[in-house]
């Protein structure tokens, strides 16, 4: 580091709380990519440890003024590389922003982007409410970077994506300029629609500094059903049915493969014979949860089910639950991961679900599959040894292939964890060029440098 870079450096920690600016490039090594480690990420000049909107406006003048990338970061819980350094770039790590605060009577809770998911959904259950939005990853992930990727979960079948919770926005823009979008309100048409730009925008337009979320009331407990099937298909059009007849809180789907990961990581008594596995749930209020999950329960015996249990113990419906949320942990240990994240028509499920099974026979690659059944949103996770070279070229087809079968299916390439910077090259194929230009003007627009998450999405 040349006496320059030092000056332009030093300049830089002067505005920050106790000079909180990580240069040591040992210490970097922690920022270079998000939860999927990306061989190829590059390596930042610094990470800036931002406490303040006043620090992040420095922050962003400070890169314009220099000409230097920035990166913004919330927990690095992503899995489309949208967080992913780029060579002599500024991480903005957002993570020390936490605070919370819940107005119950307006139903409102005011956030800095560093706090987890589930502190909100803490904060707002102390008063009685809710927030909605659950990622999988909803222990670990920041409300920044929920409404960066605008992240859906277990629940949105029902409850929707971050988008239908987002009230309000402060952004700081790439010049440090700061923007107050929409407020407290339900209702708000004031002017054009800059508000639901900045939510998926994955970091390219601004950096989100603070939100106003919306909270509903607290659900009551849930009814639970539990559906043992012989092959994917099948589960797959029981999805099709439950959804012509009833509205869900959750309706998962998981694999063989899947089950028997769970079982290997955390024995739970799954059934490591069963095709699939279909786990629902049913949040009405009163005796229409149980009516729900009958109905439910009568579709998949329908839909050829082997099994099928209702439940309404809470404690036993949380288990299950917890099963599904442990698919990720299980399948982590397994290898090296390509994770995909595609969406199809709900009606297309059973016949996305049926051609993934044929990519892995096809390609000899470990695809376990779990799913957000009920909106179509399927997780395919692509495992893979790093160290077998003809392996990793067949992981590369089959994400790929999948990311192709869910757009001849009506679908999209990405339902709930972004572009990034892994699907990328994928992105024309299902927006068109024309829709791409349109967004590249609007990001010349709010970022002429082109120095805000570079090489991600656009």
């Known amino acids: ?21 990580v240069v040591a490039e040992a210490s970097l090594e922690a920022y270079r990519h998000d939860f999927v480690p990306d061989p190829d990420a590059g390596r ?116 929707g994506v971050t988008a239908a919770y987002v009230l309000g926005l402060d952004i700081v823009l790439a010049d440090g300029r700061l923007l107050e979008l929409g407020g407290s309100t339900i209702k708000d048409v004031a002017g054009l629609p800059l508000l639901p730009l900045f939510v998926g925008s994955e970091g390219t337009l601004g950096v989100v500094v603070g939100a106003r979320l919306r909270l509903v009331p607290q659900p009551p407990p849930a009814a639970t059903v539990v559906a043992v099937f012989s092959t994917t298909r099948a589960a797959g059009e029981a999805v099709v049915a439950i959804g012509r007849t009833c509205t869900p809180s959750l309706l998962e789907l998981l694999d063989n493969r899947t089950i028997n990961n769970v079982e290997d990581y955390r024995p739970s008594g799954l059934d490591r014979t069963a095709g699939a596995l279909l786990i629902a749930q049913s949040d009405a209020r009163g005796a229409a949860a149980a009516a729900e999950a009958e109905t439910i329960a009568e579709l998949c015996r329908a839909a050829g089910a082997d099994e099928v249990h209702v439940s309404d113990d809470p404690e036993e419906g949380e288990a299950l639950v917890e099963v599904r949320r442990m698919t990720g942990p299980a399948v982590e240990v397994r290898g090296a991961l390509l994770p995909e994240d595609v969406g199809v028509p709900v009606d297309r499920l059973p016949d996305l679900l049926t051609a993934i099974e044929a990519v892995a026979a096809e390609l000899d690659v470990e695809i376990p599959v779990v799913a957000h059944a009920g909106d179509g949103n399927v997780h395919p996770t692509i495992v893979y040894d790093p160290a077998d070279v003809a392996m990793v070229a067949r992981a590369r087809v089959a994400f790929e292939r999948i990311l192709a079968l869910a757009l001849e299916l009506d679908g999209t390439i990405t339902g709930e964890h972004g572009v990034g910077r892994a699907k990328r090259s994928a992105l024309a194929a299902q927006v068109g060029d024309d829709v791409l230009e349109v967004s590249r003007g609007i990001k010349a627009v709010l970022d002429p440098l082109g120095l805000l998450n570079p090489g991600v999405l656009l």
């Open 1 to 21: 580091m040349g006496p320059a870079t030092t000056g332009i450096l030093d300049d830089l920690a002067a505005g920050l709380t106790g000079g909180r600016l």
């Open 44 to 159: 930042p000049l610094a990470a800036a440890l931002v406490t303040s909107v006043e620090e992040v406006r420095h922050c962003l003048r400070w890169a314009t003024r220099h000409r230097v990338p920035m990166v913004p970061r919330g927990a690095g819980t992503g899995l489309s590389g949208g967080a992913t350094a780029v060579d002599g770039c500024l991480v903005l790590v957002l993570d020390a922003m936490t605070a919370i605060s819940i107005d119950p009577t307006a139903r409102v809770a005011t956030v800095e982007p560093g706090a987890l998911n589930i502190a909100v959904k803490e904060a707002a259950a102390a008063h009685g409410l809710h927030y909605p939005p659950d990622p999988g990853s909803f222990r670990i992930s920041t409300i920044g970077g929920n409404i960066a990727t605008n992240a859906g979960g277990l629940c949105c079948v029902k409850y």
